[in-house]
């Protein structure tokens, strides 16, 4: 069933504290699917914090203010 799975997206858009508690789940992610692509939505400002890591294939930004 794990390699059935190709792309898993995580939505955080605000709250830093949710976001950074988030992203430690990103080791057991890749642990279970390890051939998906995980990809992140989230607001632009708090995009620096998630651009570099490397269980991430991309980061997608919103401006939520705009909307």
Do not use: C
């Not at 949710?18 to 642990?31: G, K, M, R, W």
Request: hydrophobic share 45%.
């Amino acid at each position: 069933m794990n390699k059935d799975i190709k792309r898993i997206a995580i939505v955080r858009l605000s709250a830093l504290g949710d976001i950074v508690n988030s992203a430690v789940t990103l080791q057991f992610i890749h642990e279970k699917y390890p051939d998906a692509k995980i990809e992140w939505i989230t607001e632009e400002v708090f995009a620096p914090l998630l651009e570099n890591h490397p269980l991430l294939s991309s980061v997608h930004t919103l401006n939520l203010k705009k909307l």
